[in-house]
């Protein structure tokens, strides 16, 4: 079993829609990060979280630490949002999840 | 202010090869890590140098093998090439003895081994 793991695996959402990615992780953590990579391959970084909730414009991440539950909401979500959206966690080094690939359509 | 730089972009090597990448952190930042992504995969921790020390290593065979400059560059070594080594291969800063700090990536060289 994977130390992090996130659902869905693939996502597809019409534009305007409400999305959730969620990242469950079975180590003990001090933070959690939530990044974004294009198909080119460059990753961004999104969050950072160690406790409660963080937003960014259309973006929000909420994290559970009793749960080990994080969740990456998009709200009015847009094609340039199409991307995978990767769950990272640092415990004694940085643990990354498989990713979830969204596509938003028009 | 440039961020992460990698370089190359791309890079196709023969089996049994070596290979040298290189990474340039962002500016203020002392610590570099590597990263192997496989397709459809999450990256793989490789190794962090800071201060020109390997301070920690993933679960990389010793073919894996790093060096940092005092300028705070970083390259990665692969020798003996195999095919599974196929991958983009990614750097990302942080800043000083910080490993809470927000991550920076560079954009990756994707290499194919034949």
């Known amino acids: 079993k994977n130390e992090v793991e996130q659902s869905p695996q693939n996502l597809t959402a019409q534009e305007g829609e409400f999305i959730t990615i969620n990242c469950s992780y079975s180590?003990?953590?001090?933070?959690l990060h939530w990044l974004q990579q294009h198909p080119g391959g460059g990753i961004v970084s999104l969050f950072m979280?160690?406790?409660g909730k963080k937003k960014h414009g259309r973006l929000i991440a909420t994290i559970n630490i009793q749960e080990k539950h994080s969740s990456l909401h998009i709200t009015a979500s847009h094609p340039r949002d199409s991307a995978v959206y990767i769950c990272?966690?640092?415990?004694?080094?940085?643990?990354f999840g498989t990713g979830t690939r969204l596509q938003v359509f028009p | 202010d440039a961020g992460v730089t990698q370089s190359p972009t791309h890079l196709i090597k023969t089996r049994g090869q070596q290979v040298t990448l290189r990474c340039s952190p962002k500016?203020?930042?002392?610590?570099v890590s590597w990263y192997q992504q496989a397709l459809g995969q999450g990256p793989q921790f490789i190794f962090q140098y800071y201060e020109e020390e390997e301070r920690q290593r993933g679960n990389f065979p010793d073919r894996f093998s790093g060096h940092q400059f005092p300028n705070y560059s970083s390259e990665l070594n692969v020798n003996a090439l195999l095919l599974g080594d196929s991958a983009l291969y990614l750097c990302a800063s942080s800043l000083p003895g910080q490993n809470n700090s927000p991550l920076h990536f560079g954009n990756g060289t994707r290499l194919t081994v034949t």
């Open positions: 979280l160690s406790s």
């Open positions: 990272a966690v640092r415990s004694d080094k940085l643990i």
């Open positions: 500016s203020g930042h002392d610590t």
């Open positions: 180590v003990g953590i001090s933070a």
